[in-house]
Each structure stands twice: as structure tokens, then as C-alpha cells.
């Protein structure tokens, strides 16, 4: 009997929407079940663009039940949202998408259920064009962010903030980093281009390439022999800003899962220190490394706390991609606006805070901090520099631009979509002899 892949996304995207769980943990658990690539395929798609619209189509089922499901019957529920998905988002053939929808019920051993699902998007289909206004009328339902995010952003980038939301809802390319150390950029995109990808140079950043779709990397020319690394272009401004020569001491705090000190090791022959709290995902730090035939001291520790690990030689060069709320990056991690609340963000600052006033000492004069952050909240991004600014004399911030994004009070905000990049804010500091 084959296996029913919108029965397997209704339960996964349930446990997603409802019940906290990420998208790539629900992933990784369901696809093996899935031994056809198109229905893997489907099953990503299904639960990305379901995570994706569940703020929308969420709100829609309501309207259209007599009594809500979301409780009483989750995985229902988030068939019926992704029956709406498929119609809504995917385009799928109106016939085919209802009937499969439909038939799904049966997988999920409700066959009772099926009347109802077919009645509920058939006056999906009759009802469209008013069910769709109301959903426009608010931002949160027209754009599928929480409301809390949505006031923000209207807060921090008022003329920004409409397509900040729409640049979270589109699929981004995927793009990749050259290891410089094994290969080079044209080299790759011939051997790319030659297996039939579309794969062309990024225009500003020098170790970029863009393909136009998601695929499995680990499926392309060069992956195995360490080649690239998949890395949004944003991420990949680090390097630059770290301004590296040979020889330096430089740590990356909060590394996990590496691909900025990988970069930065691609660039020069540097002493690098890979830091991360958790060991897990410390483990993921060294398996990159391998694949791309770089070294690095990786280290378990807090970077709150450097007196554990810390070894009393100063850094010339600091990197501190910090924990944050991950708004700028909703449209890879299309789950984070599901999960994360308002009332996280005081937790994130404080421990912003301790993090960048910790790792200051570590400096050593004449060297440069980079803040970074996948943010674009202000109160994470130049409301913490600022504040470190204000605490230590000896402390400059460094002035740049970038080709996208804008100027913020301390540091360079890219916005989602930017240059079709993800959100990323940067900060870089020196410290004064």
C-alpha cells in the first residue's frame, strides 16, 4: 500500500503548528518513510509552505467550520490548511488537490471526515474572492506573521516593513560558498552548469553562487570532495568585515554550525577558535570542518563566561553571531514565525548583552569585534552595540556600507529580500590602542 505523504505533512505540520516542534526535526523524522524523491519533494513543500501560510489559512478554517478542529483534531485541522496551501500556494489542479485531500482523511483513519473536508474546500473554491479580502484586511493574515511581528516591523522600518513581509513569503534561491582552499569560483559553476544547474557567479560577493532552486547538495559536483558549502549570501559578509590577514587570533563565538568560521578560514592562515555551548551541535562545527578540509580548536564552553575557557591570549579578531529571534530569516525557517513569541525577545537582549560585554576584554587593542545577528529588530541589533558603546571608552564603531540594505544607528541592516538576501545585521568595533 503506498504511503499517503499529505496524511504524514497534516500529522507533521500539526505537531509544527500546535505542538512546537521544528520543521527540519518533523522532516528529517517523516521523509525516510518516503522512498520516492517526488513525494519527499512534496512532504518539503507541503510542510515549508504550510508553516509558511499557517497564520492565514489557519484563520481561514475557522471561518469555514461550524466548530473548530484545531483541538478536538489536529492532524484534520492541518489537512484542511493544507488543502488550502495546495490550491492557495502550490497551484496545484483544483480537482486533483481536493480529491487527494479528500482520500487523505481515510489514511488518517477518519473516514467519517471526508464528507466534511470535501464540503469545506469545495466552499473554499465558491466563497474565494470574499474569504481571501478578509484575510487581506489585517497584516498578520495578509502576510502570515504574528501580530506582535507585524507591529514591530511596522515600528522599526515603517516604509519598509509591507515588503519585509512579502520577501519572508517567497521561496529563496539557494546559494552557495567556493571553498577557495579547493576550488575555484568559475570552475565550479562550469561543473555545476554541465550537470544541469543553473548556476551563476553572485555580482558583489566573491565567494557566492546563486542556483534559482532548493536541490540536495549533497547530490552536486564537488560536494563530497568539500568544494562548497551552502551559506545565504548575507551570512557570507563576515569574512569581509573581519578584515583577516595570516597570522591572527580569532574567535568565532556562538559558531555552531560553523559556516562563518569555515569562511573564515577559506580567506587566510589563521589561529581560529570555533566556540559553542552546546555539544551537539559542536559536533556539527567539526563534521563541516572535515568536509571541507579545514582545522580549527573547537570549543565547548559559554561565551558569557570566557574565565572556563578562555586561555589569557587576546583575539585580534572577534565574531559573535549572537543568539537572537531569527526574524530575518523567516523565509528559510518559515517555523521560527510559529514559535517565536514577543515575550522572548527581553530573554535574547540580556543574553546579547552578556555575551558582547563578556567577549569585549578578550580584544586586543587595536583589534575588531563583528556583531552579527539574523534580527531585524532594532532592540537586539543597535540598541545592544549601542549599549556597549556607552559602557566602554575604548570602543569605536568602524564605518561601512554594503551594496544592499541601509544604514542603521550603529552598524548596516540587511532586510529580507535585500538583494534577494536574507535578513542580517552587522556591527563592527575596534578596539583603541
Not at 467550520?65 to 500556494?89: C, F, S, T, Y
Amino acid at each position: 500500500m503506498k504511503t499517503d505523504t499529505r496524511a504524514i505533512a497534516a500529522r507533521a505540520l500539526a505537531d509544527i503548528a500546535l505542538r512546537g516542534a521544528s520543521l527540519r526535526e518533523v522532516m528529517e523524522r517523516n521523509a525516510p518513510r518516503l522512498h520516492d524523491p517526488r513525494d519527499r519533494a512534496l512532504l518539503m513543500a507541503l510542510l515549508s509552505e504550510g508553516a509558511r501560510w499557517w497564520l492565514r489559512f489557519d484563520a481561514a478554517i475557522d471561518g469555514l467550520l461550524e466548530k473548530p478542529l484545531r483541538h478536538k483534531d489536529p492532524a484534520i485541522h492541518a489537512l484542511l490548511v493544507l488543502g488550502l496551501v495546495q490550491l492557495e500556494i502550490l497551484e496545484l489542479q483544483d480537482y486533483a488537490a481536493v480529491a487527494a485531500t479528500v482520500e487523505a482523511t481515510r489514511s488518517l483513519k477518519r473516514p467519517q471526515l471526508a464528507g466534511l473536508v470535501n464540503a469545506v474546500l469545495r466552499r473554499w473554491q465558491r466563497e474565494r474572492e470574499t474569504l481571501l479580502a478578509k484575510l487581506d484586511a489585517r497584516p498578520q493574515t495578509r502576510h502570515a506573521h504574528p501580530a506582535w511581528l507585524a507591529s514591530a516591523l511596522a515600528r522599526d522600518w515603517p516604509m519598509q516593513a509591507e515588503a519585509v513581509m512579502a520577501a519572508d513569503n517567497h521561496e529563496p534561491p539557494l546559494m552557495l560558498r567556493v571553498n577557495r582552499r579547493r576550488s575555484q569560483r568559475q570552475e565550479l559553476i562550469t561543473q555545476l552548469q554541465a550537470a544541469g544547474h543553473a548556476a551563476t557567479a553572485h555580482p558583489w560577493l566573491a565567494d557566492a553562487l546563486v542556483l534559482p532552486h532548493s536541490t540536495d547538495v549533497t547530490r552536486l559536483p564537488g560536494f563530497e570532495d568539500g568544494a562548497f558549502a551552502v551559506q545565504d549570501g548575507s551570512a557570507q559578509v563576515a569574512a569581509d568585515l573581519a578584515d583577516l590577514q595570516d597570522g591572527m587570533r580569532v574567535l568565532d563565538a556562538c559558531a555552531a554550525p560553523g559556516g562563518k568560521a569555515c569562511h573564515l578560514l577559506e580567506r587566510a592562515d589563521i589561529d581560529l577558535t570555533a566556540l559553542e555551548h552546546d555539544g551537539v551541535r559542536a559536533e556539527r562545527i567539526r563534521q563541516n570542518l572535515m568536509r571541507l578540509r579545514l582545522n580549527a580548536k573547537v570549543v565547548i564552553g559559554d561565551a558569557g563566561a570566557p574565565a572556563s575557557w578562555w586561555k589569557r591570549q587576546p583575539f585580534d579578531r572577534i565574531l559573535i553571531d549572537a543568539p537572537c529571534s531569527a526574524t530575518g530569516v523567516l523565509r528559510r525557517r518559515p517555523d521560527v514565525r510559529l514559535h517565536r513569541r514577543e515575550s522572548d525577545i527581553p530573554a535574547m537582549q540580556a543574553q546579547q548583552c552578556r555575551i558582547l560585554s563578556a567577549l569585549w576584554p578578550l580584544l586586543a587593542p587595536g583589534g575588531r569585534l563583528v556583531y552579527i545577528t539574523c534580527s531585524v529588530l532594532r532592540a537586539e541589533n543597535e540598541a545592544i552595540v549601542g549599549g556597549l558603546l556607552a559602557e566602554h571608552s575604548d570602543a569605536q564603531p568602524v564605518d561601512f556600507s554594503l551594496p544592499v540594505g541601509q544604514a542603521a544607528a550603529v552598524g548596516w541592516q540587511i532586510l529580507p529580500g535585500d538583494g534577494d538576501l536574507d535578513g542580517m545585521y552587522y556591527a563592527v568595533l575596534q578596539k583603541q590602542r
